[in-house]
């Protein structure tokens, strides 16, 4: 007649205390894997709030944390399954052999690829959002097109240097230099600091004079003017009215646009 075993208490115990382990890192696997799939989202808003120009595709962040929700509830089906099992086998008295647990392993080796993964992930939305965020701060220190009609072209120069670029540029092209305005240089004869900015006023009769017939108004705005100035960042820039802008605000003939937007060629090789 063969005796039955009674199970230990004590191995009664230790065998839930590991059944409600599992359960915890399930649980654990599920909500961190929910916080990840929602981190992209949270980053789109923040990028919208900031008003960033282009908002990066953090889709990667809900492919990760759908895998450890995944995760989590195949730890919950397979921590069931062996809790069962292993209850079966104490209370027929088996002896159950010592041996690492393969299931526990294959959890810390998933995890800690997709803990590297997610560090080379978010090393490279760091990067991203920095690059965002400079170009953010780079159009904010200048007016929009949009608003004002005024385009602002970094220059590779000062501002002595390319005010010198651009006269020579006009006298090549045999373009009329009206005046040359030193601002910065009134300012310090009347004993005040400014950061060096000079205005070119400039144009061609020929050019000038079928756009004043056409639309009056445009003579305000004419001869074309180009405006160098530097930014408390000692950054050079070259400023110049959009002819976009000009056509809108004198309603200029389409066939007449020509004669004006040769100030962006020129605002452009002067800054090279």
């Known amino acids: ?135 953010k701060q780079e159009v904010s220190m200048t007016p929009t097109i949009a608003t004002t009609g005024i385009v602002d072209k970094p220059s590779n120069h000062s501002v002595d240097e390319t005010t010198d670029r651009l006269k020579n540029i006009l006298q090549s092209k045999g373009v009329t230099l009206f005046a040359l305005v030193d601002h910065s240089g009134e300012a310090a004869k009347a004993d005040m600091k400014m950061p060096p900015t000079k205005l070119l006023i400039f144009g061609n009769p020929k050019a000038g004079t079928p756009l004043m017939l056409a639309a009056p108004s445009s003579a305000i705005d004419l001869p074309l003017k180009i405006l160098v100035w530097e930014d408390a960042h000692k950054k050079t820039w070259v400023s110049y009215n959009s002819s976009a802008y000009l056509k809108e605000r004198h309603n200029l003939p389409t066939e007449l646009l020509q004669n004006i937007a040769v100030v962006e060629t020129l605002a452009a090789k002067a800054a090279e």
């Open 1 to 135: 007649m063969k005796l039955i075993q009674k199970t230990d208490l004590r191995d009664a115990l230790a065998a839930e205390r590991t059944f409600l382990a599992w359960i915890r890192t399930g649980l654990a696997l599920m909500g961190f894997g929910f916080v990840v799939a929602r981190f992209g989202l949270f980053l789109k808003q923040v990028a919208l709030i900031q008003h960033l120009r282009s908002v990066s595709s953090y889709g990667l962040s809900l492919w990760f944390g759908t895998a450890l929700i995944a995760v989590g509830v195949l730890v919950f089906v397979f921590s069931a399954w062996h809790h069962i099992r292993l209850v079966r086998e104490l209370n027929r008295g088996d002896v159950l052999p010592s041996r690492p647990s393969m299931a526990a392993v294959a959890i810390a080796l998933f995890l800690a690829v997709v803990g590297l993964a997610m560090a080379i992930y978010l090393v490279s939305v760091e990067d991203s959002s920095n690059v965002h965020v400079q170009d």
